[in-house]
């Protein structure tokens, strides 16, 4: 079984950064590629950033494009997610994500709450 805990949320000005942090545990998570997600108030869950299993490959959504980028320690079986020059329009509730051997996002941590005031 998989359990990813996320951190690193907060209040921030605009034009802030942060880091957001996601801790697995589970002896094969590593195996897997990892992703972030975000979900705002009164609207639907949407991708943010994907890194695979080695760290090689990355994606990012077009709204953070530039402004994100996403790591992970496999050695500490942790993946972040470092924003700059936030947004207000950033401000949502974070979600870490593991694929699993389905090939989708079958594992979820509860969420961090960012908050980016104007």
């Known amino acids: 079984q998989v359990q990813l805990v996320e951190s690193g949320g907060g209040l921030v000005q605009t034009g802030g950064s942060l880091r957001l942090s996601c801790a697995a545990s589970?002896?094969?998570?590593?195996?897997?590629?990892r992703g972030w997600f975000r979900q705002a108030p009164g609207k639907e869950r949407e991708f943010v950033a994907s890194i695979s299993r080695s760290g090689a490959t990355t994606y990012y959504a077009d709204s953070v494009q530039g402004r994100a980028t996403i790591s992970r320690d496999n050695a500490k079986n942790t993946v972040y997610l470092e924003m700059n020059s936030l947004k207000p329009e950033d401000t949502a509730v974070y979600y870490c994500a593991s694929l699993g051997g389905t090939g989708t996002y079958e594992y979820w941590g509860q969420g961090t709450q960012v908050t980016v005031s104007s």
């Open positions: 589970g002896r094969t998570v590593s195996r897997y590629a």
